[in-house]
């Protein structure tokens, strides 16, 4: 018979990764907060340039007074040398989004407009789960986290995802 207290401790061992553990924690002072006319997408690129520590991108949202594009943050990744993954607009695999938290990287990521004419919405993913995701909304004043459950998150997702690898350079 197995002593209880390595049941249990086998028990943790092996649910651990069902609670939420691969999250990626971005510290609050990393978090890159918006500023018109809508930098979002600049903002979503610097908070993970910041928490992995790629200084080469600190100031972009400074140095950006305009909304930004896949097509921008892909030049802006490839003129400093970063190799990333991306998936375009209008692709409906999470296949990327998995690959982003399982490896510690967070990603950019695009939300459909709210109202036609408006434009989408980028913010940083930190959390994928089977039930809940959370995101870094650089709206928010208090620059938190968020959490909606992944059927929200699906609805509003546009199928764009920006994974940089700040530890491999570009190939």
Excluded at 144 to 167: C, I, N, Q, S, Y
């Amino acid at each position: 018979m197995t002593h209880p207290s390595r049941s249990v401790a086998l028990a943790v061992l092996l649910l651990l990764p069902l609670f939420g553990w691969a999250e990626v924690k971005i510290p609050l002072e990393c978090r890159v907060k918006n500023r018109p006319p809508g930098r979002c997408g600049w903002c979503a690129l610097e908070t993970l340039a910041r928490f992995h520590g790629a200084k080469s991108l600190y100031g972009i949202t400074d140095e950006h007074d305009c909304r930004a594009c896949p097509d921008d943050l892909e030049e802006i990744l490839d003129s400093n040398g970063i190799a990333y993954r991306i998936q375009r607009p209008g692709t409906e695999s999470t296949k990327i989004l998995d690959y982003a938290v399982r490896k510690g990287h967070g990603a950019v990521i695009g939300f459909h407009e709210l109202t036609p004419g408006n434009g989408g919405h980028i913010v940083t993913l930190v959390d994928f789960g089977p039930e809940e995701v959370r995101v870094i909304d650089s709206n928010d004043a208090d620059r938190r986290v968020r959490t909606m459950t992944r059927e929200r998150f699906l609805h509003w997702w546009d199928g764009f995802a920006l994974v940089p690898d700040f530890k491999r350079p570009a190939k």
